[in-house]
């Protein structure tokens, strides 16, 4: 596959990263319209970038990709790893979602963080965040993945705590630091593995191409090295992609300002994890085992999240276990071996869900500040276009044809089904219902019916700035046309997503043994798929309707009916507590003893008791020092009988 | 037949061992240096004593030497008392302990 060489895709990131510098230079000296022209202007400037290079892309034949080799970067042999770039069919894609969703959520920014007086400060972070999440998709090589993967957990934790004199903002910043972490300690241990298996088959890179390419025949040699490493691979992505077990800091995230819940937590930095996987597809592809687990992993985090979205007051909570449960789709698509339906689901969710959090955004903006959707109601009647998008996205989200989600969530199920997966097609059915069910909960509860919210509050209620209005607008004309590239078979154009990924992507016949049987690609059966989702979004959606659209009882009766289990899902399955009893409790008190035992008593032990043992010693000694000089004369007469005596002994 | 050699040598040690004891065991600086002075001399007759049993020059003039380093040292010995004298106005050797650690 030939490359064709440009300098060009270096300056996409580059851009941003400059822009972060300028802005961080205007809020220590306090250039406020500095910062509003640069911060957002450098990403329209790299999206222009990523338009201009996506064209130049096209303009080559199917399989070729544009390179941008920038330097060496490691030569320590046999390691070689240069810092370069590429950019093929899926890194299209993915560019294409973090500069332009990136662009809309800047701009956003100008309006939502108006009035806050770290908004310089803020838009470097986000600049910064834009030009690792650039760097990361455009990696030509995992190691330089990997710089950008830190970049966006770095920036995560920084724009998290933004406002980081309230502690709890601190918290939820460092929780989200760790737990992704964790995973990178995992996705390390992957890559040394990968490495050390690839340098003894002879081929010491972690260059993307070199890695796919061999990874058949690395397989061969060791399936247990490659499973292994798939696995490694995976928890580092359940970190980055906030699945279970790694999911705990997303909830707690929420405590940023909301142009990052979309921008981070909903379109891209969450989504690295799925892209990792999709672009090392042929690697993944070899460990039929791995794969069944990513796929578990996907389906359930998917109905585990939705189930505790159903009983959140909180709105951003909300969207935040939904972005987990559709996160899951996207990992259970990639888990089945439908690469294409998972990037396909992440391009979507991209629009819908970023839609969703600045429409979130907006209300708090209007209601300074209030998120439970017990305190809101009527809004449609206050914020025409944010309630307006605000459903758009909701029917997305929910599946309804012909919106984005439709397509892409019914090709990830029917991915599912038909490569032999019933049960997490089921999980994935049950896991859309619930999906429905709790955004038109939130839906009905904020935006219909009648108004819950505070007197004062409620005087005040005013649309938001077109500023934050227009990106609301622009993504929810991208949620309803935005899965129209990817049809069902047979409808007009059909899958021209998939198409277009199939030369970057492996295909799922290859190598993958499905537990029980792969169903034949029958005509009807996909249809009937997709009328059975269909009809369980729709009935989720009515059930919403009947309990939230108007004052019912029903929402109580249903809690007092099943209290335990309104208790556990209230309760987050008590997995962070969980954590803290069997993880974090026994690993700050192992941290204690090594502190108070090990470091205090025995090291600086052992170095205090050298020390004064040496100074006891000298007191001893100096005993012998008494001043008296016929003292002294007595010793040098010892001395002189001592030294006689010797030599008469041992002539 | 004269004296034996023995008889200077063991009186020698003995003059000797009166002289190391005085140095360690009186307090007068005084009495000291002359307790050094006689351990010098005792070396001086064990010297002689052997010259003569040897029938050479070679311990006697090692006494020469002996009596010059004598007299100077207990001239600058002397020298140091009276500056030490003039400060303290005691002779006591246990009163001096400056150098006490």
């Known amino acids: 596959m030939t490359e064709f060489e440009t300098p060009l895709l270096r300056l996409i990131p580059l851009l941003p990263l400059l822009g972060a510098a300028i802005c961080m230079f205007a809020a220590s000296t306090d250039r406020r319209p500095l910062a509003k022209i640069v911060g957002p202007g450098s990403v329209l400037v790299a999206f222009l970038l990523v338009l201009f290079a996506i064209a130049r892309f096209w303009q080559l034949e199917e399989g070729h990709s544009l390179v941008d080799l920038v330097s060496t970067w490691i030569d320590v042999s046999p390691l070689r790893v240069d810092l370069a770039f590429r950019l093929d069919a899926l890194t299209s894609v993915m560019l294409l979602v973090v500069a332009g969703v990136g662009f809309l959520i800047h701009l956003y920014s100008l309006g939502y963080m108006h009035d806050d007086p770290d908004l310089p400060r803020f838009f470097a972070y986000l600049n910064l965040f834009t030009a690792a999440m650039l760097v990361l998709v455009l990696a030509d090589s995992l190691p330089v993945l990997f710089i950008g993967w830190e970049g966006v957990g ?6 998290i705590g933004f406002w980081y004199s309230d502690p709890a903002n601190a918290d939820a910043g460092r929780k989200a630091f760790v737990a992704n972490r964790v995973g990178d300690a995992a996705f390390l241990t992957g890559l040394f593995l990968l490495f050390w298996s690839l340098a003894a088959a002879g081929s010491p890179t972690l260059a993307f191409t070199d890695v796919n390419r061999l990874a058949p ?3 061969l040699r060791s399936p247990g090295i490659v499973t292994a490493i798939c696995l490694l691979l995976l928890v580092g992505a359940t970190g980055k992609s906030a699945q279970i077990p790694l999911y705990i800091w997303l909830p707690d995230a929420m405590a940023g300002p909301t142009p990052v819940s979309a921008l981070i937590h909903a379109a891209t930095m969450v989504t690295a994890g799925v892209y990792m996987m999709a672009r090392l597809s042929p690697l993944f592809v070899e460990s039929p085992t791995a794969m ?40 259970l698509g990639v888990g089945v071996g439908a690469f294409a339906a998972g990037v396909f689901h992440l391009m979507t969710h991209a629009f819908f ?10 209300v708090m903006h209007a209601l300074h500040g209030e998120l439970d959707v017990f305190k809101m109601g009527g809004l449609k009647r206050h914020l025409p276009i944010t309630s307006k ?28 089904f038909m490569h032999g997966h019933p049960v997490l097609w089921l999980l994935g059915v049950i896991a859309a219902g619930l999906t429905a ?19 004062e509050v409620e005087a005040h209620v005013h649309e938001s700035p077109s500023t934050m209005t227009i990106p609301l607008v622009i993504l929810s004309v991208l949620s309803i046309v935005g899965g129209w590239v990817g049809l069902p078979h047979g409808f007009l154009w059909g899958d021209r997503f998939g198409r277009y990924l199939e030369p970057v992507l492996a295909q799922a016949a290859h190598g993958a043994h499905a537990e029980g049987h792969a169903v034949e690609a029958g005509g009807a059966t996909p249809l009937l798929l997709m009328l059975v989702t269909t009809a369980v979004a729709f009935g989720a959606i009515f059930a919403a309707w009947k309990m939230y659209a108007r004052p019912s009882t029903v929402p109580d009766e249903m809690q007092a009916r099943f209290p335990r289990i309104y208790d556990l899902l209230w309760g987050k399955y008590w997995v962070d507590e969980i954590y803290d009893t069997f993880i974090l409790q026994p ?8 502190w108070k035992v090990i470091d205090a008593s025995v090291i600086d032990g052992t170095v205090n008791g050298v020390a004064s043992f040496f100074g006891g010693a000298a007191s001893a000694g100096r005993r012998l020092q008494t001043g008296n000089v016929q003292h002294y004369a007595f010793a040098m007469l010892l001395g002189a009988v001592f030294t006689a005596g010797v030599y008469w002994l041992w002539r | 037949m004269g004296v034996p050699v023995g008889h200077y040598l063991a009186l020698s040690a003995v003059l000797f061992s009166i002289g190391a004891l005085g140095v360690l065991l009186r307090r007068n600086l005084i009495v000291v240096f002359m307790a050094i002075e006689l351990m010098l001399n005792a070396v001086n007759l064990t010297f002689v004593a052997l010259a003569r049993q040897q029938q050479s020059m070679d311990g006697q003039v090692i006494v020469f030497f002996v009596m010059t380093v004598a007299a100077a040292e207990a001239a600058v010995g002397l020298a140091i008392i009276l500056a030490n004298f003039a400060q303290r106005r005691t002779l006591d050797a246990d009163e001096i302990d400056d150098l006490r650690g």
């Open chain 1, 154 to 159: 770095l920036c995560s934790y920084l724009l």
């Open chain 1, 217 to 219: 025949e690395l397989a």
């Open chain 1, 292 to 331: 069944q687990v990513v796929a578990t992993i996907g389906a359930v985090t998917a109905v585990f999240a939705a189930s505790i979205a159903l009983v959140q007051r909180d709105l951003k909570k909300i969207l935040a276990y939904s972005t987990i449960s559709q996160i899951g789709y996207m990992v």
């Open chain 1, 353 to 362: 869900k970023a839609l969703l959090f600045l429409g979130a955004g907006s």
């Open chain 1, 389 to 416: 998008t605000f459903l758009v996205g909701t029917l997305a989200i929910a599946g309804v044809p012909p919106l984005a989600a439709f397509f892409s969530k019914d090709m990830v199920l029917e991915a599912a």
């Open chain 1, 437 to 455: 069910f709790y955004m038109f909960r939130a839906y009905f509860l904020a935006f219909e019916g009648e108004s819950r919210m505070d007197h």
């Open chain 1, 587 to 594: 690993y700050a008190a192992a941290s204690r003893f090594f």
